[in-house]
């Protein structure tokens, strides 16, 4: 029997998921079947469920676009995966027991990573490998927002390693002011508009996640020939860019997806894997998938440093 996380209507999450009871289907042809060892809350599986993209998104749906789990059944061309650790990537939402998912995409999990760092190996390593492949932060000064989340700690250490000329982040709270300190990356605070303004004169490339009144303050004093990389909208609020310059960049992880191969897809994840350190997340906070509703109320703390994910038993 398969427990799945659905919506049937968009809405607060935590008032239209509804956890249903049901068999699985036969598997489809090309597909695997994964049972489910854990899932993360991410901002991107929260946020469709509110229907900001009912336009592309048919109902019902299962809530989920990540996790990592063991492969118990396949087609004869992927038997070598029965028993492996992988993530069932672009297919069903994970937020259930069992996942079934396209077998060409399935991601073989390396013994030397955990599951709790396998789990979130997708949405946030990818985005962030994304956005330095496109906007390579080589010899550059960049620039980032939303210091709390993943994908800024792996923004700002990975724009390092590929050789950035300087990197300044943007903190809410104390609380991840210290992590920053840790690594001996420069941090300033969200409040302190005069020194965003400094920071902002300086940057080459600037990647935020947080829009509204932020991101109007870092475009209004960017030179014109530098890129802003909008990935993410987390204070809920648009931006207007008051001038034609410097470019923004709308940054979404599916408009690449579509024009990568299989190869290229695979390869991502070889390219990933050695980098994806576990000190670069934020600490797991676990949650039994029975405590859902739990999980996102973590999710929802303001100034939280861990990750909340759902464990399947």
């Known amino acids: 029997m398969n427990r799945a996380l659905f919506y049937r209507k968009f809405g607060l999450p935590e008032q239209v998921l509804t956890l249903e009871y049901s068999n699985k289907p036969f598997l489809k042809e090309n597909y695997i079947r994964v049972q489910m060892l854990y899932a993360p809350i991410n901002a991107s599986d ?4 509110t229907g900001a993209y009912q336009h592309r998104i048919t109902l019902p749906q299962i809530a989920g676009y990540e996790g990592v789990g063991r492969v118990i059944q396949a087609p004869l061309s992927y038997q070598r995966l029965i028993g492996k650790r992988v993530l069932p990537l672009r297919g069903e939402g994970t937020w259930q027991h069992f ?15 955990s599951d709790i760092t396998a789990a979130r ?6 985005a962030a490998w994304l956005m330095l492949k496109h906007y390579s932060p080589q010899g550059k000064h960049i620039l980032v927002t939303a210091a709390g989340s993943d994908c800024a700690k792996l923004l700002c250490n990975w724009a390092i390693k590929f050789a950035a000329l300087s990197v300044t982040v943007i903190c809410r709270s104390d609380n991840h002011a210290q992590y920053y300190n840790k690594h001996t990356i420069k941090h300033i605070k969200q409040d302190d508009k005069q020194t965003i303004e400094y920071f902002a004169r300086q940057a080459d490339i600037v990647f935020d996640a947080v829009g509204g009144e932020l991101a109007e303050t870092i475009l209004a004093h960017m030179p014109e020939s530098s890129e802003f990389v909008s990935y993410g909208l987390l204070s809920g609020t648009f931006f207007q860019p008051k001038k034609r310059l410097p470019k923004v960049h709308w940054f979404h992880i599916r408009h690449y997806l579509k024009q990568i191969s299989q190869n290229q897809w ?29 999980a996102i109320k973590n999710y929802r703390q303001p100034y939280r440093n861990n990750k909340p994910l759902l464990i399947f038993d």
């Open 46 to 49: 929260l946020i469709p469920i």
């Open 99 to 113: 996942v079934d998912s396209p077998a060409e995409f399935a991601i073989e999990v390396p013994d030397s990573i």
């Open 121 to 126: 190996a997708y949405i946030n390593p990818v």
């Open 266 to 294: 695979l390869k991502m994840f070889d390219d990933i894997w050695p980098i994806l350190d576990a000190n670069d997340l934020n600490v797991a906070n676990l949650f039994e998938f029975n405590d859902w509703q739990a």
